[in-house]
């Protein structure tokens, strides 16, 4: 007799009150569960029911044993569902949420060759800077930037999201360049926050440096900031999928390469339940593959 099938009609005794119970529930005889229940009790060397002609009840190890069976029997059952899953190609409409930069700079080039490999998948992206509630809002995978307060979310680690210093060459020709840290008081810097001062931090081999500068120009959009310096109102700091390409171009001048700038931590999290399915799954592996 197979273990896991005398399991489940010990189990189906147990809840349902009696073997026939247990039997009619399992599409047997009632003399083919009592053969189940004999073979546990024979194979553990312990009685699991004492029966009489009325009713039945557990022993103190049968109260156990029951406990046991069905921990065993629903982590099989959720095996051979996540494998079933595993089988099934990519398919359906994928809700995800990002934040503008990143959303923008990185993971849009990204999807190119994510719709390609599965072609079965839609997504529907929604970009925004403020931290959306994934269960109420329905969204299935999130990027989240900054370190995650605790929640039911789980959470794979890309990449650290890396800052940059850069100012156009007009501005630097117009200004002059700063060549250490302090100088950075003395010129127009673009700021995200909508205070008037603000700290960047660098920091290099000798010291850690936190320079309170300031600007006449307060956006509260990063890709604005990055038009803002490209036509020379003043030095940004930004992230770097945000500005690498325009100093690449020429169009931007990195200031400060050889210093350490902050980083933030960036996530792809998701709802726990909601990984099994094979749409969620591959996005998450993709991301982790592509920035991790």
Partial sequence: MDLLDSMKVYVLAVEKGSLSGAATACGIS??????????LEKRLGMQ??????????LTTFGEDYYTRCKEI???????DKQ??????????????TAPVSFGTEALMPALSEY???????????????RV???????FEVAIRIGELPDSALIAKSLRPYR????????????????????DLTNHECLSFSP????????????DIYRIPVTGRLQVNHGQALRVAALHGLGIVLQPAILLQADVKAGLLVQLFPDYELPSRALSVVYLQDRYRTPKLRSFVDFMVEKFG
């Fill in 73 to 79: 029997l629903r982590l099989v059952d959720e095996t």
């Fill in 48 to 57: 699991l029911l004492q029966r009489t002609t009325r009713r039945q009840h």
């Fill in 115 to 129: 719709l390609a490999r599965y072609p079965e998948v839609s997504v529907d992206v929604s970009l925004s800077d």
């Fill in 163 to 182: 800052l940059m210093i850069c100012a156009s060459p007009d501005y630097l020709a117009r200004n002059g360049t700063p060549g250490k840290p302090e």
């Fill in 195 to 206: 205070a008037a001062i603000t700290n960047w931090r660098l920091q290099d081999q000798d």
């Fill in 83 to 96: 494998a079933q899953n595993l089988q099934l190609a990519p398919a359906g409409k994928l809700r995800i």
């Fill in 30 to 39: 009632a003399t083919m569960a009592g053969n189940h229940l004999r073979m």
């Fill in 132 to 138: 959306m509630d994934m269960l109420e809002e329905g």
